[in-house]
C-alpha cells in the first residue's frame, strides 16, 4: 500500500458517518479520480485481510470489518505508524521541501523533487508557492537558474533560525528526510553541549525553562555545524557593540571557550555575540535563592509599565478582572523581559503547544492576542503567534484562578407539591451540586412575589414562573433526571441558551463557493456593512486579527472575529463552504464569524466553551458542513452538550 492509501485508510476507520470521495480528495489534495482509483487497489487488498470498503450511493465509502482478528493482525504487521515515508499530506510536503532545500548546497531541479515526492509538476509548483510563503517568514529566497533548478538563499541567522524550526527532533536532536537522518553533531559532543550550559548557567544562578535549554542546545549545536562548513554568522556593529556589554556576553564567552576545547570548533567574537543573543532571549525563570523583593531590580520598570497596560487592555475588552493578581503580573513580566530581545533581534522561540492551546483554551489565546497588540504599540515590534500562545498561557492560568475565587452560586427553590417533595429535592440538589450550589431558602409559587430576591442568582421550580420576577428561572422534575442536572450545570456556569442568545437564522449562510479566507470575511463583513450593523473599518479589523494568529482551529473549523468589540449585541455568523479554502495553513469548510457586543462581555466564555466543545467533535463539524437547511443546522448545534 502507498501512503496515499494508507492515509485513505485510516480517515474510514476514524469516521462514524460515510465518508465521500470529494472529502477524501479535498484532505489529500488529489482529484477525486485519483481517489476513487485508490479505493478500488486498497478494497482489493483488504478483502485479503479482514476489511472491505462498502460504497453507499449518495453518502460515500464505509469500512466494514469481516475478520477481526485478521485485520488486527493486518495493521500491526502491514501499518507502521512511526515508518518515515514519503509525505502525502500538503502540510508534509511542505515541511519536507523546507528540509530539502535547507540541506541543499547546490542547486535542486524541480523534477527531481517532483519524482521523489510522486506527485505531478503542476503540484511541486503549487507546493513551492506554498514553501516560498513559509520561507519569506524568515526573510529567505528561492533563487531559480534556468537548466539548473532552485537553491536556497539568505542571510546565515535567518538559515539558522529556519533550521531550528525545521531541521530538528527536538527529542532526539538529529535531523533528516524520508528515514535518512544526518546528526547535527555526535551525541557526546551534544551531550557536552548541553552540561557545560547547565554549568554556567548554575554559576550565574540562572535557571533556564526545558524549552530555553533546549533552545540553546539546539542553536549552538547548529552554530558548531555551519562554522564547520564555513558559514559564519554577522553582525552589525550597532547590535555586537549593545551585545557586548551585556553580562550574557561574558557569560557566552566562557561558555564558548569551554566548548571549543572539546569540538575543535574556532568560534569568532561574531558568533560569540550570536550565542549570547540567544541568551538574552531564552526564557529563564529566576534562581531559587533570589528572594521576591529582587525580582523587581531583575526587570526594569518599563517591563513592568507595559504588562500593567496588556492587563488592563485584556480587562477592558473581554470584561475580566486580572489588574489585581500579582501572580499573573510577575509571570508576564519574567516572560517579556527575554521576549523583548527576541523581538529585537528576530529570534523564533517554537512553541509545540501552540495548536492545543489554540484549540482547549481559545479565551486565554483571545486574551494573548489582545495584550500582544499592546505590546507590538508599547514597543514597536511584532509578535508571532509562537509567543502569543506562551502568553495564553499565563492569561489561562489567571482565569482559571479568577473563576476558583469566586462566591457559591445562591438558588431559591420553588416547590408546588409540598414541604416533602421540596426536601427531597432539597438534598438532591446538596448531594449533587455540594458547596458550588447554597439553596437559600424554599416557597410556594404564589409566596414568590413576596420573597426577596435581592441576592438570588437564579430560581429552580417545579412549575413554569410565568410572571418576570428579575432573576432567571428554569423547570425541573422533583426527581431530577440527569436533563436538569445538565439545566442546572448550565446556568451554573452561565452556558445557558448559548444557542438561542447567539445564533441568528439571518446569518446563517449555508454551502458557499467562496474560494479564500478573504473572499468568506468580505462576504460577511458586507452583509453586516449593509444592515448598518457596523462601519467599513470592522471588515480590516477581522483582517488585522487573521494576521496577528490565524484563527482556523483544525477540523476543518475557522472563527474569526475583529480585533476589538465593533458591534452592539453579541451573536455569531455562520457560513459553510461546498469546498474547503485555505485558513493560515489549514483546511477549512465551517466558518462562524463572532460578534461580541460592547458591553455584554460576561457572555464571552461561556460562548467560548460552547464553541471549543463543538470544534473538538469531528462528526458534529462535519454534519454542521453538510446541513442543507438553517433548521437542520440548529438542531444540530443543539445536539452538542
Excluded at 479535498?26 to 485479503?48: A, E, F, G, W
Excluded at 485481510?49 to 464505509?62: D, M, P, V, W
Excluded at 527531481?112 to 508557492?129: G, H, P, Y
Excluded at 553533531?185 to 547547565?198: G, Y
Aim: glycine residues 4%; aromatic residues 8%; charged residues 30%.
Amino acid at each position: 500500500m502507498n501512503n496515499r492509501m494508507q492515509i485513505i485508510l485510516k480517515q474510514l476507520m476514524g469516521a462514524r458517518e460515510p465518508v465521500t470521495s470529494e472529502q477524501l480528495a479535498s484532505h489529500i489534495q488529489v482529484t477525486s479520480r485519483t481517489i476513487r482509483n485508490d479505493i478500488k487497489q486498497l478494497d482489493h487488498y483488504l478483502t485479503r485481510n479482514g476489511a472491505i470498503i462498502t460504497a453507499l450511493k449518495g453518502r460515500g465509502y464505509r469500512l466494514d470489518i469481516t475478520n477481526d482478528v485478521k485485520f488486527k493482525n493486518f495493521l500491526k504487521r502491514d501499518i507502521d505508524s512511526d515508518r518515515q515515508e514519503v509525505p502525502v499530506e500538503p502540510e508534509d510536503r511542505m515541511t519536507y521541501l523546507v528540509k530539502t532545500l535547507l540541506l541543499q548546497d547546490d542547486y535542486v531541479k524541480l523534477d527531481e523533487l517532483a519524482d521523489n515526492l510522486f506527485i505531478s509538476r503542476s503540484t511541486i509548483q503549487n507546493d513551492i508557492r506554498d514553501v516560498k510563503i513559509i520561507l519569506d517568514k524568515y526573510d529567505l529566497k528561492l533563487e531559480k537558474k534556468p537548466n539548473f533548478g532552485l537553491k536556497l538563499i539568505g542571510k546565515e541567522k535567518n538559515i539558522r533560525f529556519c533550521m531550528a524550526e525545521y531541521l530538528f527532533d527536538r527529542n532526539k536532536l538529529e535531523f533528516g528526510i524520508s528515514g535518512k537522518h544526518l546528526i547535527i553533531l555526535p551525541p557526546k559532543e551534544i551531550e557536552m553541549i548541553r552540561e557545560k550550559i547547565m554549568e554556567y548557567a548554575k554559576e550565574y544562578k540562572l535557571v533556564l525553562s526545558d524549552v530555553g535549554l533546549q533552545n540553546l542546545v539546539i542553536h549552538i549545536a547548529i552554530a558548531c555545524k555551519r562554522i564547520r562548513d564555513e558559514n559564519y554568522v554577522s553582525m552589525i556593529k550597532k547590535d555586537f557593540d549593545t551585545i557586548k556589554h551585556q553580562k550574557e556576553y561574558k557569560i557566552a564567552g566562557k561558555l564558548i571557550r569551554n566548548i571549543e576545547k572539546g569540538l575543535s570548533v574556532n568560534f569568532p567574537d561574531s558568533e560569540i555575540a550570536y550565542v549570547a543573543m540567544h541568551l538574552l532571549g531564552t526564557k529563564m525563570l529566576l534562581h531559587p535563592s533570589i528572594k521576591e523583593e529582587e525580582v523587581t531590580h531583575y526587570i526594569d520598570s518599563t517591563i513592568y509599565t507595559i504588562v500593567h497596560q496588556m492587563i488592563k487592555e485584556v480587562d477592558h475588552e473581554l470584561g475580566l478582572s486580572l489588574t489585581g493578581d500579582k501572580e499573573l503580573v510577575g509571570a508576564l513580566a519574567l516572560h517579556l523581559k527575554p521576549a523583548m530581545n527576541r523581538f529585537h533581534y528576530g529570534m523564533n522561540l517554537r512553541n509545540p503547544m501552540l495548536e492545543a492551546i489554540k484549540t482547549n483554551y481559545p479565551f486565554a489565546f483571545e486574551a494573548a492576542v489582545i495584550a500582544s497588540k499592546t505590546v507590538e504599540k508599547q514597543s514597536r515590534v511584532t509578535i508571532d503567534e509562537n509567543e502569543i500562545g506562551y502568553l495564553a498561557l499565563h492569561f489561562g492560568a489567571a482565569i482559571e484562578r479568577s473563576h476558583a475565587g469566586k462566591k457559591t452560586k445562591r438558588c431559591l427553590l420553588v416547590c408546588a407539591t409540598g414541604a416533602g417533595s421540596a426536601q427531597l429535592l432539597y438534598y438532591k440538589l446538596r448531594s449533587q451540586f455540594g458547596d458550588e450550589l447554597r439553596i437559600v431558602g424554599t416557597t410556594e409559587y404564589y409566596n414568590l412575589k413576596h420573597y426577596s430576591l435581592e441576592n438570588i442568582d437564579f430560581i429552580i421550580s417545579t412549575i413554569p414562573i410565568q410572571d418576570n420576577v428579575g432573576v432567571p428561572s428554569l423547570v425541573v422534575s422533583t426527581i431530577l433526571g440527569n436533563d436538569d442536572l445538565d439545566k442546572i450545570q448550565d446556568i451554573m456556569t452561565e452556558r445557558q441558551s448559548v444557542i438561542r442568545n447567539y445564533l441568528k437564522k439571518d446569518y446563517v449562510f449555508l454551502q458557499q463557493s467562496f474560494q479564500t479566507r478573504e473572499a468568506v470575511i468580505e462576504f460577511l463583513g458586507r452583509k453586516l456593512v449593509e444592515d448598518r450593523l457596523v462601519d467599513e473599518s470592522y471588515i480590516t479589523s477581522v483582517l488585522a486579527r487573521e494576521e496577528a494568529s490565524p484563527t482556523s482551529f483544525g477540523n476543518y473549523v475557522a472563527i474569526p472575529h475583529p480585533l476589538d468589540p465593533k458591534i452592539n449585541d453579541t451573536f455569531w455568523m455562520i457560513c459553510t463552504l461546498k469546498k474547503p479554502v485555505d485558513w493560515g495553513g489549514k483546511q477549512v469548510q465551517f466558518v462562524c464569524l463572532l460578534n461580541v457586543s460592547y458591553q455584554n462581555k460576561d457572555e464571552l466564555k461561556p460562548m467560548y466553551d460552547k464553541l471549543v466543545r463543538i470544534v473538538d467533535r469531528k462528526e458534529t463539524v462535519q454534519q454542521l458542513i453538510n446541513s442543507e437547511t438553517i433548521d437542520e443546522l440548529v438542531a444540530i448545534f443543539e445536539s452538542v452538550n
